[in-house]
């Protein structure tokens, strides 16, 4: 594994999630930015990604390299450490912990993102709302790793859309300005696909002059994809912030496309089984966006795909159940920039995902695996899409 990374950096190519966050994390130490991580399988990783800490079999000596990034770096400068099963009590100390040293990096990472729900009170009562009761600021970033896999209905669902429904933007008023929509909201909510955006959205935490939450929908299966992958170039971050809230179709070049006739917006892995059904299908006049960051909503971005695809039918498609994902959240701030362009209203917005549902997931994968096909096979049918219910 350290091999493979060292052969990322010298070629410049092919860096992948676990790296790129090694990277950020050893460049906010370079900065003497204290790092701090922990959770349930964190050493390690949950999906045997991670390895930051290497230990030796026979000795049983462990050895941290994020340690010695720099010359007589001081120990406590990164910390990383397994906790215990209890989610409420180590997220509610890692809470406090953010709000006494705004200058760290400090992270919790769930085994999974479904047991962020053992620590719901912290997330409710703290985190979501802290700032609005006590004016007190937290840069705690939660890493929920999320995603149908069909690993069932206990290891799919972070449940965003419950991170969503406690967002504080107002849906009916497209905002310009992206920073102050930063200080306004109560805290973030991503969705990312690439890992040079990881990179920047944990960088972004700690460099401006105000903190707020990340809480942060992390992959599975895109930890080894073939196609989730960044060049080292992407990490450069000297000029300006290099985090993008959303991430254009690279098949298309122009700033105004006629030809598309169908617009998909999705955020998370979705996205790379929508584009290689797309490639399978040649379906080369339906455009793919992924939102990245989906609160606060990127009006900005969002009207400029618009603009960009004047002929297309929206769609905006998710992994996760109708009930349950970004859709309920992201169809009324999707309709004001229709209506504020002429594009239609809420009734307009085209959508393709799971059915309603009690439970988050199948727990039969070929059922799954039904489902998954089914859904991103309707996103790119060459017949228009229905409108929800017909």
Known sequence: IYEQRSQMIETGQGIDWAFAEAVAFGSLLCEEIHVRLTGQDVERGTFSHRHAVVIDQETEERYYPLKHVLVNQKPEMFTISNSSLSEFGVLGFELGYSMENPNSVVLWEAQFGDFANEAQVIFDQFLSSGEAKWLRQTGLVALLPHGYDGQGPEHSSA????FLQMCNDYPYEISTDPTRQLQECNWQVVNITTPANYFHVLRRQVHRDFRKPLIVMS???????????SDLSEFDDVHEPRFKRLLKDD??????????????????KVYYELDEERKNANSNDIAICRVEQICPFPYDLIQQE???YPNAEIVWCQEEPMNMGAYNYVAPRLCTVM????RG???DIKYVAR?????????????HV??????VQKALQREPIPLPGN
Do not use: W
């Not at 449940?159 to 419950?162: F, I, N, P, Q, V």
């Not at 992959?219 to 992958?229: A, E, G, I, S, V």
């Not at 209506?339 to 002429?342: A, D, E, F, P």
């Open 339 to 342: 209506k504020y362009l002429g």
């Open 355 to 367: 059915p309603p549902s009690a439970a988050t997931a199948t727990g039969f994968y070929k059922v």
């Open 306 to 308: 618009l603009n960009r």
């Open 370 to 375: 039904k489902e998954q096909t089914e859904l």
């Open 251 to 268: 098949s298309f070049h122009l700033d105004l496309e006629e030809g598309v006739r169908r617009l998909i917006l999705c955020s998370g």
């Open 159 to 162: 449940r965003l859309e419950r």
């Open 345 to 347: 209203k809420m009734d």
């Open 219 to 229: 992959p599975k299966n895109l930890l080894r994809h073939k196609d989730c992958k």
